[in-house]
């Protein structure tokens, strides 16, 4: 007897749609999605996307990307997506956002414009229709004229505050957990700098000698820098 046996070829590829909203039903202004370097066209009315050809059988990260408006982004990623068929993730509706403003003052309650503000996060696990992601935010911009930023983000229980500027004393590891609409007040401390020369009995530069700083007279040394060639120390 002879066994006739058909086989059929596994599909190489499969299509991922979805859909994205905001908290508020409405689709994001600036969102993208991609996969494996597939980037799908969202529907800006609807925030449905489709990518048509998605390798099968493998392991792949998703990415979303969405554009804060305000100088920064925030991404949700799902990793380790295997599609055995064509998916449809369903909605994905983002975490609400709420804004965060930055008040950058001196050691005097004056504004301190032109400091750079970064926001960065560590990434918790968020749920978004059913899908497990992890959330990364990041932000950089400048304080105006009268020290502040405002930032719109989505909700994140972990941010982290950086803030720089010449001449002042950096502000590193302030957090916050962006549940509401907050306003933070962050001071920073201008640094001054104390230079001069060192000149032997003769007049001629002084090389190479210690000089030490203390603050208030305490004795103790703050700082410690030697003169260069010219006797010069800074």
Known sequence: NTVTVTLTPLASNFSLTGRIVEST?????????????????????TGTFT???????????????????????TTFTRRYLTLSDNTDLGTLTLPPR?????NVVDQNN?????????????????????NQFTQTTQHTATTNTTGTHTITT?????LTIGITRDGYRPVT?????????????????????????VLESDG????????????NGSGNSNSQVSSDGNGDFV
């Open 25 to 45: 039903g409405t689709a994001p202004a600036d969102a993208t999605v991609t996969i494996d370097g597939h980037t799908a066209t969202i529907d800006p009315a």
């Open 98 to 102: 709420h804004t965060l403003t930055l």
């Open 110 to 130: 004056s504004p301190v414009a032109n400091a750079d503000t970064n926001l960065t996060s560590t990434p918790p696990s968020v749920q978004l229709g059913g």
């Open 51 to 73: 990518i048509p050809q998605v390798t099968a059988f493998r392991s792949h990260d998703l990415e979303l990307v969405i554009d804060d408006g305000t100088g920064g982004t």
């Open 204 to 215: 001629s530069p002084a090389q190479h000698v210690s000089v030490n700083y203390s603050a």
């Open 154 to 158: 989505h909700t994140h229980p972990n």
């Open 173 to 197: 590891s302030q957090t916050v957990n962006l549940n509401a609409s907050t306003t933070l007040n962050l001071a920073m401390t201008q640094v001054f700098s104390v230079s001069g020369r």
